[in-house]
């Protein structure tokens, strides 16, 4: 059965969608089969694996409303030769929050329409929208464990002690399976000593799992999804498709010992 992984901060511009899409092709890379949920609005890791999100008939919006089953929104084998595959989303979904309102048990729509397909997969992975709202709530109650991208930045810490608290309360009244994944670093630069700070002052004060993979600030990567294309096949030699290859490894034996 798939390991659910949400990736998940309120705070925007961290890295959320890129390390959907580059860890997800990462992992198809290393022969996974996987599954990417679209959880935001703005559809970027829709567009970002090259699916045009202006023309779906099914979407994640579809999916909770109960106007489409999962089966009829997934596109498969969206790169080729890779088993990577998309749950879809676009704008349509920032409507979903107030046309649920009133809808029972409205937090477990995306677990109960998810466990009808985890068995074909090895890892699904759900890109949150960057607010701690009913879609990542949603999100929250079918993942396993959330992943914490942080962005190298003075104010990298600001807000992490609320999605803390909200994966504590998410624990404690609808999921109590789900755990801390681990918190990834992304647009390091080493030219900087800020970045070396911020990496050094988050491992002081967060008492979790840290990645040793640190995602790079890099051209290439920025580059990408205008493409519609991961990293991985729009620049397999770039700093930033290694080091989410090296995230994806990482994913993949956590908790072996033995691997570290």
Known sequence: MARVIVIANQKGGVGKTTTSINLSASLAKEGKKVLVIDMDPQGNTTSGLGVDKEQLESTVYELLLGEAEIEDCIQSNILESLFLSLLPS???????????????????????????????????????????????????????????????????????????????????????????????????????NLS??????????????????????????????????????????????EAYRRLAEEVIHRGEEEWL
């Open 90 to 192: 676009n704008i349509n979904l920032a409507a979903a929050e107030i046309e649920l309102i009133g809808v029972e048990e409205k937090e477990f729509l995306l677990r109960n329409a998810l466990n009808k397909v985890k068995d074909e997969y090895d890892f699904v992975i759900i890109d949150c929208p960057p607010s701690l709202n009913m879609l990542t709530i949603n999100s929250m109650c079918a993942g396993d464990t959330v992943l914490v991208p942080i962005q190298c930045e003075y104010y990298a810490l600001e807000g992490l002690s609320q999605l803390i608290r909200t994966i504590g309360l998410v624990q404690e009244r609808l999921n109590p399976e789900l755990e801390i994944e681990g918190v990834v670093f992304t647009m390091y630069d080493a030219r900087t």
């Open 196 to 241: 070396l700070q911020v990496v050094e002052n988050v491992k002081s004060n967060l008492d979790q799992k840290i990645y040793k993979s640190i995602i790079p600030r890099n051209v290439r990567l920025a580059e990408a999804p205008s493409y519609g294309m991961p990293i991985t096949e729009y620049d397999a030699k770039s700093a930033g498709a």
